[in-house]
């Protein structure tokens, strides 16, 4: 059982317009989420995170976005730039660290 | 941020062999480390919690006794994959905690490609 889903495998954007990365939930208990880019061959770097008592959080151009109601949440990059292209994956959590990861998403920026 | 570093980034050994990889949390103490394992095109998994100075939390269907986790100190954890076969042959990556509450950043290491002959 996939408690943690990111459905699109790949996505690919135009430099300078937005990225829009997905990520849905099974488990109503999840009350802290993060993002992390990883590039092929390297364990993955965090980007940004989100606890379930907001809405949103920006860090400069990435900007995450939790609705609890239905179970989503997306990762917005703006302007997306060709150094962003990665897999991206989404992991949430139940009040610990043990962390359920999404399957992830590769975005492709194109020049 | 925080630095997690591990050795070796790319091990190739015979099967039958058993392969050691370390995870060493560089500028800050951590109490709990976590080992992955991701196979190409699939999510992290996470196999194990481990805590200095105990025993590690293995995950469902994780073999304790194919994957020794030892945390020695608050700064080292290092997983051991015994009797290794080329179904082991896989990417495993370590991450540590550094805050004291219960949620928040994990740091990751680099990862280290195990490929079993």
């Known amino acids: 059982d996939q408690q943690v889903k990111q459905n699109s495998p790949s996505l690919s954007v135009q430099e300078g317009r937005i990225s829009i990365l997905n990520c849905d939930y099974t488990?109503?208990?999840?009350?802290?989420f993060l993002w992390y880019k990883k590039y092929p061959a390297e364990g993955p770097t965090f980007l940004i995170s989100i606890s379930s008592i907001k809405d949103k959080n920006e860090d400069g151009r990435f900007t995450v976005f939790l609705n609890k109601s239905a179970k989503h949440l997306s990762l917005h990059i703006v302007p997306s730039q060709p150094g962003d292209s990665a897999v991206y994956f989404c992991a949430a959590s139940a009040g610990t660290y043990k962390y359920i990861f999404g399957t992830g998403t590769r975005l492709k920026v194109l020049a | 941020g925080a630095v997690v570093s591990q050795h070796p980034s790319w091990v190739i050994c015979k099967s039958g062999t058993s392969v050691k990889i370390e995870c060493r949390s560089l500028?800050?103490?951590?109490?709990?480390m976590f080992w992955y394992r991701q196979f190409p095109k699939q999510s992290l998994m996470l196999m194990a919690t481990s805590n200095e100075g105990s025993k590690a939390t293995y995950e469902q269907g994780v073999e304790k006794d194919k994957f020794l986790i030892n945390h020695a100190s608050l700064t080292l954890s290092t997983l051991t994959v015994t009797s290794a076969h080329p179904e082991d042959s896989s990417f495993y990556i370590c991450s540590a905690t550094i805050g004291t509450g219960d949620t928040g950043e994990l740091f990751f290491g680099e990862g280290s490609r195990l490929t079993v002959l």
């Open positions: 500028d800050f103490q951590a109490t709990t």
């Open positions: 488990n109503s208990m999840f009350d802290y």
